[in-house]
């Protein structure tokens, strides 16, 4: 399995949160911050953006990224040693 970084904005066209949230968390992603989520998946980035884009209006931005490393502040030992077991 690979961890991937979803961030997304959501313009004020329709804001559809509850279908990308729950998309998000069908794939048992962990909602890191506001807009930014982790999942550990065998899906691609591909894939969870194409799982997503239906979620999504035309002026919408989505991005999702495979991570490699991470560093953060703030969180608690139990999310950073999650990170640290799925980032690899």
Not at 9 to 34: S, W
Not at 57 to 71: P, R, T
């Amino acid at each position: 399995m690979s961890a991937y970084i979803v961030a997304y904005d959501l313009r004020v066209q329709g804001q559809n949160y509850p279908c990308i949230t729950g998309k998000l968390e069908a794939l048992k992603a962990f909602h890191m911050q506001q807009s930014v989520w982790i999942v550990s998946t065998n899906m691609t980035s591909v894939q969870i953006r194409d799982h997503l884009q239906s979620c999504l209006d035309a002026n919408d931005k989505l991005f999702v990224g495979k991570l490699s490393e991470s560093a953060g502040k703030g969180y608690t030992v139990d999310v950073s040693n999650w990170l640290k077991a799925v980032i690899v």
